[in-house]
């Protein structure tokens, strides 16, 4: 109905509202006959249509009707109820309806308004089963036009409220509550309508119907209707509507498409491990597929009119096995490792059957019996047949002669079963390939047969060669569905050491490998194949013939270059092939001092050894996954006499790791799971420093990352969320640690609290393997750093800030303490020499080492290092665990003593006994000397770079003045002190009041918060001291007190360290 006609309607309905005569009558008298008037009324009840409208009007005009009102609404309501969804019909029925309207106006349009109200009820929600989509459909054919006729009557004002609503009990329940309230009932039934069973999609039906009928309340900017709308918030209610319902059909659209996706890739999965269709797939499949359709279709209307961004959908499930975008180079020649077909000869054969549609047509057309005679000479023209061209012929005369009937194919079936001539299968093939068309029945039962046959191949020890060629034919020709293509690989790959299995799958391969692994329909799931045929080649459970069987296989897949076989290849010599067997398979005969020993022995000049020793030594993919701790051991053994040669396996090892970090193939998985286990078992030698394995760990982690900081949601080509393979590498090093230096420990608690806020960043739930092997990870460092899981992300993100806020404060505190140090305080020096002698000693501790193999072969030298340890042991004895002072003052500053000249004495006779102790080691190993002392000059310059770059120039300019007024303070107190004689009891101690002796930062005795200190004071020549008792809560005391701990824990390593050398 168009505007214009609208706009006439409106205007004598609101009219005939406000009580005007706007009906045209033909005469003042009107015929009150009952045939005529319950004639007008059956003629209303027989419909509306566009023929039969003008007859009803002049009926209206000349009838009387007043007491028929009942029996007219009743009929008006019928009229309404059944109307037709042809617009044509639906217009007429507008104006008829409007006619009686200005005619009777008040006593007949509430009532008819309140009884076709009441039919807008769904049906009752008992049946949780899905509707029968055929009734389903039926009832929103007819809803459809009652909803388009309902707004045309509220368009033309016919029906502007339920307020004209006379009895509202018969009103629906939902309507009921609606009244009097600004709600518009067209939006209050639509609302009601949409909501029913939205999860089917029928609804949709309707939505789609109203958005394209109405399209002006879905646009701001058309405001031709806006004199017909009664309801000012009508508009902006209904787009409110449709966009709730519009996103949840477009979320629904998505999740099923989704959901059909992953079943279809469910059930070809289930398909290739069973090889046959799955019913529970199917049937789940056909249910959702129509559901599917509907809200597809109701997504691209809601696009097109509601101005909706277009979700994106996967067009199609095999969409990975699309055709690739052809070359423009129309001649271009492939390699022959990359054809389909051998030749263009084979190409046709395989491609190009002969077109019998016409041939078959007419034979179909003229049906006549066939001649035993001709049918026999058929058979024995089929059995003779060698060539293309012969077979072809006979696949024409097959139709020609009119052989076909149940009885032929039924022999032809058995034909080919029974046919034992090998050579002949291919042209067979090509005969049933042919009639694919037209008795698909043959094909399917005799696929069937080959199906059936292959299975009782696959777990028996017989082998039907003809068979397995047939079904390779039948495949080329792709008559055989991929599943059971795939099925039948995929058994024969996981049982290959069952009993000529791999006899069939070579046989199988032999005749339709390159075809299944260059047909791009079969391109994805071949590679699949491929990939489970060389993991099962690393199987330890099979035999060296199975394997060299398997490398047989794949060579026919994937057969070698021209370039590749004219490469010369060179021939180990025995020497090479003899350390190939012991490091690849017989290592863990040996233990890693034997083998180093034999390794020793090679010919390490020979350039080829040399080269065969390093690949070796790096491809460690290729050995036994737990002799590497032994290898491992080894090139530790081996570093004395071939620096070089281990510090370029390590390099390699270090490269390999950060190329599988790049290249991030699924293929080279278990070789990175290898290397970063050879780089912790190198780490656990001392061949590398921790900060090494820590770098590598730190950069596993964050690689490919923006900002080196893995975050939530970013899309890591290299690192999909949905990839666990990096923790694995992580869980795998740090699992495998057993060695834990200071620098190590200094890091290791960010390491961990890292690692754990990148599992979080995961997509979750992390698979239970993987949680298993991270939940070992901190259970193994718990003891050592109190660790304490974080919940979930934000926890762990904000714990990781706090870390690292406290790591930062404490550096710029003790930064700030060194300083405060040297401000003329003796202490200061105290705090000083305990720190460098900590970071010296985490420097040593985390120091290379080397294999002490020498020492075997020199026994006097190790009995005369074992006699030094055993000297320095009774020295360390002296540590303050004693009660005797004297060894006190070996490891106390001046400060605690008072006797710098003791003290000096002290430290120069143990540089002596050390500088003793390193000459009779250079005595006994100049092979080490060289390197200890170029490791000691490096790790001194090492120190000095750290300190400077510690120091700003300004701190260097104060630390230098501070220096020499320390130095000229020094020097004027010595030359005050040579001509004074000093006591015993006017020394500089630090002691408590109750006499007992104390150590710098003892405790208050009777006071647990303050600590006593002796304080100095000079008049002159004469030293007085007082005891001063300071809370432990300030700076100074507790850095006192810290410091004084430090160094007792330093002695009694030193002394745990230097004992254990000594036993062992």
Known sequence: MDNAQRLELYELNSRAWSGEVVFPLKSSKLDSSIKKNTGFIKKLKKGVTKESKESLLNDLKELSLEKYMSELTTTASELLWNV?????????????????????????TGKLFEQFLANFVNPPLTDKEAPVEKDELLRLTKLKARITLLTELYLVGVFTSTDIVEDREIIPPYLQRKIGKKEPFIFTILKELLNYKFKYGFTTIIATHFVKKFPTFFDNDDHSWDMFIHDELLKSYLQSLF???SDAVLNKTVDLNKRIHKLSKEHQKCQIRTGKLVDEYIE???ELVPIFDRFQEATNVFVEYLQLEAPTLIDNVDNENEEPAQSIITNQVLPPSERLWESDEMKRFYEKLPDIEEVVTESQRNITTSDPEVMNKFFGDLELADSKDAIDNLINEYWKLHLDNKATRNRLLKFFIETQDWNKIKIYAR???????????????????????????LHSNKINVKNIIFFSEMVKFMLVPSFIIFHKIRTLIINLQIQNNVEILTIFFEHAGKFLVHKQDYKVDMEKMVQLLRSKAKDRQLGMNLKSAIDNTLTLLFPPSVSTLNKETREL???EKFYHIVIRSELARFNAKGATILLRRAAWDDNNVYKTMFDLFTEVDKMNYQNIPVLAQVLCGLYPYHKNFVIKVIDQTIENIERGLETNEYGDNMARVVQIRYLTEIFNMQMIKSDVLLDIIFLTIKFNYPNNQPVPMFHNPLDPPDNYFRIQLVTTALLNIRRFPATLNKSLELLLRFFEYYTFVKQQPVPVETQFKIKDTFAKFDNMLKFESAENLMDSASRLQSLIQNMHSQTNTSSDETRSATNGSVKGSVVEKGQDEEDEEEEEDDEPRYSEEDEDEDDDAENEEIH????ESINIDGLPDSDESGDESEYTDSDDSGEEGSSDSDDSEEESTDSENSEEEDDEDDEFRDIDVDRNIELERMRNEYEQKLQSSEEKKVEEDLEKQFQLMMNESMAERKSEKVSASSLPIMSAPNGAKLSVGGSEPGNGKKVAFTFLTKAGKKTNTRTVALPKDIKFVSDVLEEEEKLKDEREKIKKIVLQKTFD
């Open 573 to 575: 010599s025995n020497e």
């Open 84 to 108: 037709s969804i042809k617009s044509e019909n639906i217009v007429a029925v507008v104006e008829v309806v409007s006619a009686i309207h200005q005619r009777f106006n008040e006593s007949f």
């Open 431 to 457: 005969f049933l390939a042919a009639n694919n068309k037209y008795f698909p029945e043959i094909i399917d039962d005799f696929i069937k047969y080959l199906d059936n046959g292959f299975r009782s191949q």
């Open 868 to 871: 030094m340890l055993k000297t």
């Open 243 to 245: 966009k709730i319902f």
């Open 284 to 286: 789940e499949h056909d």
